[in-house]
């Protein structure tokens, strides 16, 4: 374990990203982030993974500033297509106010694209995922379901209009969400991806000593994300998330396994979930209703235990 008096955030706790301090007043954030095509559309793509790497950053209550491209990419096929993934990435950096800088391409038979970013914040005032508190609610601000969609993209059963659903999410940067969340002042955040609300959940509660609640019927879902679970569609990593959590979760003998697929559904470039007082969810609420960050809701609190345990109530 990596430990240095200016590192403020490091590994142990699973966090979104590092946090250094420079000096009394500015500490870096630093993370990366890349995964393969989830979209046909490569500007889309492009767009996806950016607002991806992006948030892991605005997870911490930082705010991006530069980024280096890292880029899988198979020699054999049109550099015009690279070209709209690189562009996609772009416009979501320049609607972050994050420059990317530079980046490093290797030939990948299966192409990969995302970015590593350097954010700032102010010594002491980053929001770690390990200070969750009894009594806190816990809100999100995106609704799940990206992984079974995309998943049902690829296998080309998904409607159109869904996929756009779940592309629109994808690419809405988490800057407002972040900007409430400092304004308002919050104990806690994580974003939501690849291990699912239930996995990222996981490590908040365990980081934090403290126990959760969750109640499904609060969670905002996508649209036609539960017709397409019906269906038997969901990723392989979210059955993996299922199992992975197994030691954690205590699911209410009346949710089925497809309801507990969709809270460990993998989700990429998904919402934040904060820990907020509860004296303080209202304000939140409307902070980030008035910025924009309409799917926010309360989807349960934080207890103080048993610790490490998440309770799921229908
Ligand atoms: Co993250
Ligand atoms: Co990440």
């Known amino acids: 374990m990596i430990s240095h008096p200016d590192l403020l955030v490091g590994t142990e706790t699973g966090d979104d990203a590092a946090v250094y301090r420079l000096n009394d007043h500015i500490a870096l954030i630093m993370t990366v982030d890349f995964f393969p095509p989830i979209v046909d559309d490569p500007f889309q793509y492009g767009e996806i993974a950016a607002a991806n790497s992006l948030s892991d950053v605005y997870a911490m209550g930082g705010t991006p500033l530069l980024a280096m491209n890292i880029v899988g990419f198979p020699v054999t096929l049109e550099k015009d297509i690279l070209g709209e993934v690189l562009k996609g990435g772009y416009s ?133 994300a539960w017709e397409l679970l019906e269906q038997g569609v969901a990723p392989g990593g979210t059955h993996r998330n299922l199992q992975s959590v197994a030691g954690s979760a205590h699911w209410h003998h009346d949710l089925r396994e497809q309801e507990q697929l969709l809270l460990c559904d993998a989700q990429t470039s998904g919402g934040l979930l904060i820990a907020v007082a509860v004296e303080k969810q209202d304000e939140l609420l409307a902070e980030l209703r008035s910025t924009g960050v309409a799917d926010a809701v309360v989807i349960g609190r934080v207890t103080e235990g048993p610790v490490g345990q998440i309770k799921v109530i229908p």
């Open 92 to 224: 979501k950096a320049a609607e972050a106010e994050c420059l990317i800088v530079g980046g490093h391409t290797v030939d990948d038979p299966e192409p990969k694209y995302g970015l590593s970013v350097v954010g700032t914040v102010e010594p002491g005032k980053q929001i770690s995922n390990a200070a969750a508190q009894p009594g806190d609610v816990l809100v999100l601000t995106k609704p799940l379901g990206t992984g079974i969609i995309t998943t049902a993209g690829k296998q080309g059963v998904c409607p159109p209009q869904v996929l756009q659903g779940a592309v629109t999410t994808m690419s809405t940067l988490n800057r407002d969400g972040a900007h409430a969340m400092v304004k308002v002042g919050v104990h806690s955040a994580t974003d939501v991806t690849g291990f699912g609300l239930m996995g990222h959940l996981q490590s908040m509660v365990r980081g934090s000593q403290v126990g959760a609640e969750i109640q499904l019927g609060n969670v905002p879902v996508l649209p036609g």
